[in-house]
């Protein structure tokens, strides 16, 4: 299972290949909590508001850059697919183990009938899938 794995820099660099970028001191970064989705926001050189989305979706890793007026209506949203390997060049995805985590069959006041049990435990949402 693969996951996708982004710093500043390497956000930064990927959205700069597709759209022109003030210095990176004046973009912002954030990871959004308990997903493997990042998203960066700017203010272009016409003062337009920008925000662009990196985030898997259905499986596939994607590009969302959005732009429009502070306040106003939306200019523009464009949606960029990418590679796999393009992002794993650009060092953007990690792989990921199943997790196992150990769980107890009880019944009545806590006494297990069954012992202890192992379930496979993972997480859909923030995850690439890979082509079959």
Not at 118 to 127: A, E, K
Request: hydrophobic share 35%.
């Amino acid at each position: 299972m693969l996951q996708l794995h982004a710093t500043k820099t390497r956000l930064y660099k990927l959205v700069c290949s597709l759209e022109s970028l003030p210095p990176m001191g004046r973009t912002q970064v954030r990871k959004t909590y308990r997903t493997a989705s990042y998203w960066m926001e700017w203010t272009d050189s016409t003062g337009l508001w920008c925000k662009a989305y990196f985030s898997p979706c259905a499986g596939k890793p994607l590009l969302t850059i959005m732009k429009r007026e502070p306040g106003g209506p939306e200019v523009s949203y464009k949606t960029y697919p990418l590679t796999l390997e393009d992002l794993r060049e650009r060092g953007m995805v990690r792989e990921m183990g199943a997790v196992v985590f150990p769980r107890k069959t009880c019944y009545g006041r806590g006494r297990s009938i069954e012992g202890n049990h192992f379930i496979l435990h993972h997480r859909i949402f923030g995850f690439i899938l890979p082509d079959f």
